[in-house]
């Protein structure tokens, strides 16, 4: 793909103000720095960021250099802005966002399209190309409408009449890439509309900044820098264009490279590094393209990944992220803003409820065989719809357990008692009527965790989610299991910290975390499928595969394991044989 891997492209963002400042002599050392340590295939040279235009023989003197050392060049736009003459003053806008309501900032908004439309043939939008103003005229326009159809409706018109006609008017041949960013959760409230800018722009880009996920404002897993693109890509196939990390917050150099492996796990086209000055000396960039290499050889051309899909509509939110917290003990996800009626199985969350119909395809998937797996969020607020259409009977009481104690019910030996104290939703359900594969209680009481029902060919399950949806991380593995199981079919990894990402080949890649536990550990590798070994595709290194009888849901039960070891910040691409 690039000139320095296979499957993708090294790319790097330069930023307005940074572009302006550029030397001939610190354009060739940043140069000769980066494709040292990373290898640089494309640059996006931005032109206009908040008070900064770059002037044209700037941007020239850039692009010319760039491209005499093979290096693709494609245009960048900010739309951030300061009060500039004749825009009305006084408007609160968080980050300088443009008003896209008032005429001076909607004619400056032309300009900037129009003038970098004239120097590059494709063009991207970091994500600030969205609106949070509330000024008088906002609200004027506004009218009666609420702020998140207003927005989206603004935007749509602002993509089409200010950004996109615009640009091809000058450059028939320029392609227009929108970047989203990394919280999906919020994109309708703020003007993003995918579902309806795919119809306007040629592609988009995803923001896959996780940082320090502990210390940082948006409590983004890390598993969102592979889940994100996977999403994009379903939501845009074939037109998602790359993934977009930064070295800011990220507290240790694997948390940084963490972002770029998820990314390029996740297939992404482009690898995005931001930003030019921040990469240039940093002991961050020293082993990427060593990893990236690593990854790069793994793949072969056109295997594509592949998971449980998890249905997040778009312009929803609830139980925000809650799908990427699954990935992170295991589970290989695979969200999608479509109803995936096809797929064996799939994952409803509260989030899935934006869809007003989704019951009623919910009762078609599973009377025709599907297995769904619901969570308490979403039962909350469609319980009284799931029992009018009779796939449950169950309803939560609006209690909570401090549960301390699990039982995995189809094992008689199954109980994991003395644990710290997490706060689950109570489940009541009718005895018999369903049947519940997990418990959890304290002192002699307890409630379902995860419930089955039948209904038609196939069966719907309703798993609990506690109050803090990270305490899922301190479960027993055991416990944890029986979702894997019923999610993944019966193909999973018992261990913690790490996620397993599978392709359509059969492969899968284990990718343990720096995270608290900075020890290696044992990953078990469960399949229902009858197997020899399973063999590490980088080494040839072959597990034998032990065959297991396990006693389950009262009945035995046949599959095949295979133990490896899983150390933090290393990746290992295996296959069942």
Not at 262 to 283: C, N, Q, V, Y
Not at 386 to 396: D, F, K, P, S, Y
Request: aromatic share 12%.
């Amino acid at each position: 793909m690039g000139k320095h891997y296979r499957n993708f492209k090294t790319v790097v963002y330069i930023p307005a103000e940074i572009a302006a400042g550029l030397t001939a002599e610190k354009l060739q050392y940043d140069y000769d720095f980066i494709e040292r340590y990373i290898g640089l295939d494309k640059v996006y040279l931005e032109t206009h960021r908040t008070s900064v235009d770059v002037e044209e023989s700037k941007l020239r003197m850039i692009k010319d250099f760039l491209e005499s050392k093979g290096v693709e060049v494609s245009g960048g736009i900010t739309t951030t802005i300061n009060d500039i003459e004749g825009s009305e003053p006084g408007k609160q806008r968080l980050f300088q966002t443009f008003c896209y309501t008032d005429p001076a900032m909607r004619k400056r908004l032309r300009e900037i399209s129009e003038f970098t439309a004239k120097m590059f043939d494709e063009i991207i939008l970091d994500d600030f190309y969205f609106t949070n103003c509330t000024c008088e005229r906002c609200i004027r326009e506004k009218g009666d409408r609420d702020w998140v159809t207003f927005r989206r409706e603004l935007m749509r018109e602002v993509s089409e009449e200010l950004i996109v006609k615009p640009m091809k008017a000058v450059n028939p041949k320029v392609r227009v890439v929108i970047k989203y960013p990394n919280w999906r959760e919020s994109y309708h409230f703020t003007g993003y509309v995918p579902e309806v800018q795919r119809d306007i722009f040629d592609a988009t880009y995803t923001g896959t900044e996780t940082r320090s996920t502990a210390y940082t404002d948006q409590h983004l897993p890390e598993y969102l820098s592979y889940s994100l693109v996977r999403y994009m890509e379903n939501a845009w196939p074939g037109r998602n264009g790359g993934g977009w990390f930064d070295t800011y917050q990220c507290l240790s150099i694997d948390r940084y490279l963490e972002q770029a492996y998820l990314t390029a796990f996740a297939g992404a086209k482009e690898l995005m590094h931001f930003m030019w000055r921040d990469l240039i000396d940093s002991p961050l960039v020293a082993p990427m393209g060593l990893q990236l290499s690593k990854i790069d050889a793994m793949f072969t051309d056109g295997v594509k990944p592949c998971g449980v899909p998890a249905y997040i509509p778009f312009a929803s939110s609830g139980e925000n992220h809650l799908e990427m917290r699954l990935g992170m003990f295991g589970i290989p996800m695979e969200p999608t803003p479509f109803f995936p009626a096809d797929a064996p199985r799939m994952l409803l969350t509260e989030s899935s409820l934006a869809d007003t119909d989704v019951v009623s395809k919910l009762q078609a998937y599973v009377a025709a065989g599907g297995e769904a797996v619901i969570t308490t969020g979403f039962l909350r607020e469609a319980g009284d719809a799931l029992r009018a259409a009779g796939l449950t009977e169950a309803r939560l009481t609006g209690r909570r357990y401090a549960v301390t104690r699990y039982h995995v019910t189809g094992d008689m030996a199954g109980y994991h008692e003395h644990r710290q104290p997490i706060l689950f939703p109570e489940i009541v359900h009718g005895n018999n009527a369903s049947w519940s594969l997990l418990n959890g209680g304290d002192g002699d009481l307890h409630t379902s965790l995860f419930l089955r029902s039948t209904y038609g060919k196939g069966r719907m399950y309703i798993m609990s989610i506690p109050d803090n949806d990270s305490d899922l991380y301190r479960v027993p593995q055991a416990a944890v299991d029986v979702a894997k199981r019923v999610l993944t079919g019966g193909e999973y990894g018992s261990g913690r910290d790490y996620s397993m990402f599978t392709y359509e080949d059969g492969s899968f890649i284990l990718y343990r975390y720096v995270k608290e536990d900075l020890h290696a550990d044992r990953v078990t590798i469960h399949t229902n499928r009858e197997v020899s070994a399973l063999v590490d595709v980088a080494s040839g290194r072959r597990t034998p595969a032990t065959k297991v009888v396990r006693f389950e849901d009262f009945r035995m039960r046949t599959e095949y394991v295979a133990e490896v070891f899983a150390v933090p910040g290393t990746f290992r691409q295996y296959r069942w044989e």
